[in-house]
Structure formats: C-alpha cells, structure tokens
C-alpha cells in the first residue's frame, strides 16, 4: 500500500511533557544529544517505549516473529495477554494441505564441549515449513483476536507461489478478517523454494519486483518484506521492496545451515527416518549476522528512502533487552522474537521491556525515538578506518609537545624546537 500516510510517535506518557530535540537534529553528534537530553529528561520519568510504526500504534518495541509461537489463538491471545507490542502469525498461505511438516524438525546447538547436553543453547535450527492448519482456520482465529483486541496489532506473515490471482485473493481473505498489516515471507530457506515461494522469490530480484508489484497493488494496510540473509547482498532486494511500494522491510529469516553430524550414528541432524536436509538457522548465534544485515539495509535506507517514513523490523537471535537495544540503536523500528519466546516463554516480553527500560534510564532517554539510529553512522568502510587511524596519528603526533631529549635539539629547526616547549 504505497500510498499510506505515516503517523509520528504519539504517547500519552509525562515523557511526552518533555522536550527533546527531534531526530533528524542529532545526526552528527550522538555524545552531545545525551547531554542535551539530561537538562530536559525529569529523573523519576520511567521511559516511554510505545511505537508508532507505519500507523500501527503499538506498547511497546517487541514483536512476536513469525513461528510457532504466533501458530493458533490460544498462543496468540497468550502473547497479548503477556504484553507483546504485536504479534506476527506463523505464515499461511491458500492451500495448506500441500505443506506437509515432519518431526524432529528441530535441532539444537549447545557452547560447551561436543555440544554437551549441559551447555547453553546457542543455535537453533528449524526445518518446519509454514502453517499447515487450514487457511479458513486461521482467520476464524485472526478475526476473533481482533475482535477481542480490538486495539493490539494482529499482522499477517504470507506466502504463496507466484500467480498474481492467489496473491490477491490471500490478501482480499486476510484483510476481510481485520488484521492490521502483512509481513510477506519472502524468505524461508527450506521447503518451500522448491514450490518456488519464499527465499525463491526473495533472491530472484526480478520476481521479486514483480510480486511486490502485485502485493501492494492490491493491499489496502502497510505491507513489509521480510528478507532471506541467504543472498550476497541483503540490500539489493531490500531496495527493491521499499521501490515497489513496501512500507517496510523486515529482516532476518533464518540462515540456511546443517546443525551437525551425530558422531555415534553418523547421520545429521534433525534425522528423520535416518535422513535429513538443511534448515534455518536461528537464536543467539545469528544475532551477530542479524546486526550486520539489518545495519547495512538500515544505510541503505538512510541514503534512498529518507523521504518517507518506511520502517524497519530487525529479528535474529533477541533475548535481552540489550540486543533489542542494539537492534534499535542501528535504525530498527521494532525488535521481533522467535526462537527466544521457544525457549523462554511468552513472559520474556516483560523482561525485554524492562531491561530496555534500564539502558534507556542509563543513558536519559525518554523513548525509543531518541536513540534509533543513534549507533550507525559509526559504521564506515575498511578503507575509510585506515584513513582515520593514520589522520589521528599524525594528529597525535603533531600535538606532542617538546623534546624528548638534549639530544635532540637541531640547528634547523632550532626555533621551532624552542616554541615546542613553551607554555603560553
Ligand atoms: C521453528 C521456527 C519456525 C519458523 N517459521 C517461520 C514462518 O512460518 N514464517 C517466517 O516468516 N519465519 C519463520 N521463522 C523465522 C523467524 O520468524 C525468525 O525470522 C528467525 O527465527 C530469526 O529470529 P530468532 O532468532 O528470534 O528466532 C521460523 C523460525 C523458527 C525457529
């Protein structure tokens, strides 16, 4: 829906009492905003971490990924009732008797010794396919959660093969039952490439284009791309989602990987039926990959889209308030959570806020608006961080006052070494 106008952040806190610099004012100096905002920030104030996203207002930052824990009502309904900012349903499409899943279809990836059952979980990887309950099921549910939650963000995750007439009727279907906006999977890396839908279309820009096309010609509510990291550079179709009339851009799905080999029975995992394929894989592991994808389409859409409000949605490995923060500090909109709600329950939202809550009292800022962005304009180039560091040598060097020695005094530069080691 390219046309939608953009609502800015509206809160009803006593943090809205306060007066902070816009955004687009503290381009260049992060330090000195801080110091700005402490003279306006009141201490007892508790930040304010509402959003306000392509017009979905929501409470907070933290978003339910698409996955099992957005598969049915009753999970959903939980992850409201628990205080999720919104929720991302697990992905439906047209005809879910063709996505047939297996079981195991999860693996594991433990720190510690030959991934010892006692390690922490680093890894997760998944090989289940989208929804396999009956579309028609789906937005019975859709459409009671928002009957009873009237004012929570319900968004749609949807995939299909690409024929123009199947993407408008999922759309026509999904908006008639009241959601709030879609998120388009475009970039799941297992099984479905093979019906050519999901990271099929996202690493084929050219039908990529074509389907955003078709997508936001017919959606009426704010559409975001959800991109594969499976590509060599995220940008390009990033780029061309937002050129296409997407509102937003949501980043990462899982990467593609082979959790291991079981060393005992010499079969990978997850083995079904003595066999496996490879999968998506997510949780802590990837959140150092997530920052990068999501910082260089974040640049991206600095330098092209600046014009517009378009959003950004950063997923991958999030299960402290300080990796939400990170997120958010590079550009991020909204923070969404899978793997983190599979292994810690619908409860970890509570903590994920207080936590941000808890950096941002750390560094006096009142909402989310007065540090997105803040970190990425200190990402450069290789090149340029060569050029800097010898800058900042020869500054230093220059500035290094009298000589080191007797010794070193020279005829010609006597006068210069004499300026060199006076005071005033
Ligand atoms: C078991 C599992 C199932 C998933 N199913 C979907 C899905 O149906 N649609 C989708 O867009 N992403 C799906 N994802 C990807 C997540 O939404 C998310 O992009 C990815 O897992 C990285 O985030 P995380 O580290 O917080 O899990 C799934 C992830 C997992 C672990």
Redesign the pocket.
Known sequence: MASLGFARQISNSSADLLVAPPRRSRSCCPGRNRVDFRVFAQSDAEPDLSVVVNGLKMPNPFVI????PGTNYTVMKRAFDEGWGAVIA??VSLDAAKVVNVTPR?AKLRAGANGSAKGQIIG?Q?I?L??DRPLETMLKEFKRLKEEYPNRILIA?IMEEPVKEDWEELIDRCEQVGVDAF?I?F??PHGMPERKMGAAVGQDCALLEEVCGWINAKATIPVWA?MTPNITDITQPARVSLQSGCEGVAA???IMSVMGINLDTLRPEPCVEGYSTPG?Y??KA?HPI?LAKVMSIAKMMKTEFADKEYSLSA????ETGGDAAEFILLGANTV?????V?MHGYGLVKTLCSELQDFMKKHNFSSIEDFRGASLEYFTTHTDLVRMQQEAIRERKAIKKGLQSDKDWTGDGFVKETESMVSN
């Open positions: 990924g698409s996955g099992p697990k992905t999860y997760w998944n289940e989208i929804s995750s998120e999977n970039s799941c959800k990462i799905n899982t998506g997510s949780s990837v997530a997923i991958g490995g999030v969404q959570v899978c793997t983190g599979m």
